[in-house]
Nanobody, 115 residues
């Protein structure tokens, strides 16, 4: 049973930084893709950033140049370093993992950016 546990959310002022971490467990193989999605109130869940097993990354246009996704396969973790945060980055951030045609989600962590 794959489990994803996020940590690192919180309240930060605009222009500040936060680092999200996600620890995975229960997988026997390296995840093909790891990353982060977010969902703001009244909006659909959207891609933030993902990183493939080989290191290829994918970012939403809105976070390019501000967020950096990274993974450590020795520890089964994926991190999201967020800088220059904006109020529109406020959302619940979900850890995401993809393996053998299955998608897995964490429980979510709240990120609130005050203006």
């Amino acid at each position: 049973q794959v489990q994803l546990v996020e940590s690192g959310g919180g309240l930060v002022q605009a222009g500040g930084s936060l680092r999200l971490s996600c620890a995975a467990s229960g997988n026997m193989f390296a995840f093909e893709r790891l990353g982060w999605y977010r969902q703001a109130p009244g909006k659909q869940r959207e891609l933030v950033a993902t990183v493939a097993y080989g290191g290829t990354t994918d970012y939403a246009d809105s976070v390019k140049g501000r967020f950096t996704v990274s993974r450590d396969d020795t520890r089964d973790t994926v991190n999201l370093q967020m800088t220059s945060l904006k109020p529109e980055d406020t959302a619940v951030y979900y850890c995401y993992a993809y393996l053998r045609r299955n998608s897995y989600w964490g429980q979510g962590t709240q990120v609130t950016v005050s203006s």
